[in-house]
């Protein structure tokens, strides 16, 4: 059994690799094309950094790879021989917990470098060794915390129930809700500061354009995003009663308000056309899915990892291998999320104009550096959203005239032409 997860693992790890270098490929040759989409200086600048951001996720891969199978070969035995408890909870928590740390600590130079030295040096950082630290001690927190009674909880269910998989899947799914709805105060509570919008006359043409799609919230705040990042961006937090409009500063700070809303009919959208609804019911199924497999698992996987079929290596398991099954049902839940995406284009260019929201989406595009073109196999693993190429076609803008050099290429013209 341990064999198959092993050869699973591997041909995940081989698409990776495959789809990550076809893409750094792709947009190197796109970014010697005259631009599209984005203006000249940002068309070069956000192929660099999507190349860069590429290399850097291929030599995560690389590492995560090696790690693995360290943890598999000797890591896993020795973490459960250092914590000898007799509680079954009690072990769970210590042994996830550790393991948890342990991959954040040896993953930490990747995301050091992206966040000091990557995004700093396209203009997108403007994080501080302070300000990291605060978030971490804050996040460590809430995860010792919260995690562990999580952990706990789910540990309790598998000692419990002889078909604990069912009562897992609905403790966890309840759980997963539960942040949802927080999540938003969460962020205001520790990490963000949410202000009430100092422009009245928007904050008046938002309330009006959520009344006339029936979308009852608690407030539409602005939220100083600006400290950490300079990307521009807006959502809808939570659930039920703590639903709340929440726009980055950036954002405020760069689109009128004719865009500005436009942007937010998009999100009415997915709010209209009961998206946030169909997505909550995939990710259930989807997790059903996961506690059924790992739920009935033999004896036999866990002997051959050297440990005992006891809920901590229940769950250090299901850590290691469901982000390979996610992996390959990305592509049919990105696929389902790209034609949500066309249709919430559709409603908020109606809810608004086409020229109001291409506006925005233009100005996101330069704003935050995307590159407008990737390649097909990235596409189909990758993106929940369509390239901004297809979505601009949807919405009848013409990407003005590619030049036959570009044209000349197949895998450029799959993409570009009609």
């Known amino acids: 059994m341990l064999e198959i997860f092993i050869f699973a693992y591997c041909i995940y790890f081989l698409v990776h690799i495959y789809t990550s270098v076809m893409q750094v490929g792709f947009v190197t040759k796109a970014k010697n094309f005259p631009p599209v989409i984005l203006e000249d200086n940002k068309y070069k600048e956000a192929a660099s950094y999507s190349i860069e951001k590429e290399k850097i996720s291929i030599a995560s891969t690389l590492y995560d790879f090696v790690l693995f199978f360290m943890w ?18 009690l072990k769970a928590v210590l042994f996830i917990d550790a393991f948890i740390i342990i991959n954040w600590i040896l993953g930490l130079p990747f995301e050091l470098h992206s966040t000091f030295k990557l995004d700093k040096k396209y203009g997108f950082s403007n994080m501080t060794a302070s300000l990291y630290i605060k978030d971490t001690i804050k996040s ?28 897992g899947f609905v ?28 422009d009245k006359e928007l904050e008046s043409k938002i309330e009006g354009l959520l009344d006339e799609v029936g979308f009852k919230s608690s407030g539409v705040f602005s939220v100083d995003a ?16 703590t639903k709340r409009v929440v726009l980055f500063d950036t954002l405020v ?33 989807v997790m059903f899915v996961f506690f059924a497999i790992f739920g009935n698992l033999p004896e036999e996987l866990f002997l051959s990892m050297k440990l005992n079929n006891e809920p901590y290596a229940i769950i250090v398991v299901f850590l290691m291998f469901s982000p390979i099954l996610s992996f390959f049902l990305m592509p049919l839940i ?3 999320s ?16 086409k020229e109001d929201l291409v506006s925005a989406l233009l100005k996101l595009a330069n704003e935050n550096k995307s590159f407008p073109l990737s390649h097909p196999i990235y596409i189909f693993f990758y993106y929940s959203h369509p390239p901004l190429v297809e979505r601009f ?26």
């Open 72 to 89: 598999i070969a000797f890591g896993l035995e020795i973490l459960d021989g250092m914590i000898q408890v007799e509680s079954a909870w």
């Open 140 to 167: 460590g927190i809430l995860f010792l915390i919260f995690g562990s009674a999580v952990i706990a909880g789910i540990a309790f269910i598998i000692e419990s129930f002889s078909a604990w998989w069912i009562w």
């Open 171 to 198: 403790f966890i799914f309840a759980v997963i809700i539960l942040i949802n709805m927080l999540y938003p105060v969460i962020r205001d509570k520790f990490f963000d500061k949410f202000e009430s919008l100092k």
């Open 226 to 241: 600006s400290k950490r990042d300079n990307r521009l961006n807006a959502y809808f937090g939570g659930l039920g009663s």
């Open 253 to 285: 700070e760069k689109l009128s308000h004719n865009e500005l809303l436009a942007v937010l009919g998009h999100e009415l959208g997915h709010f209209k056309n009961g998206d946030i609804l169909k997505n909550i019911g995939i990710m259930g199924v």
């Open 334 to 336: 990105s696929l389902i």
């Open 338 to 353: 790209r034609h949500n995406e066309y249709a919430a284009d559709e409603f908020g260019s109606n809810l608004q104009t």
């Open 393 to 418: 076609k949807e919405l009848g803008y013409d990407i003005h005239e590619v030049s036959s050099k570009a044209l000349e290429d197949e895998e450029i013209k799959e993409i570009i032409n009609e």
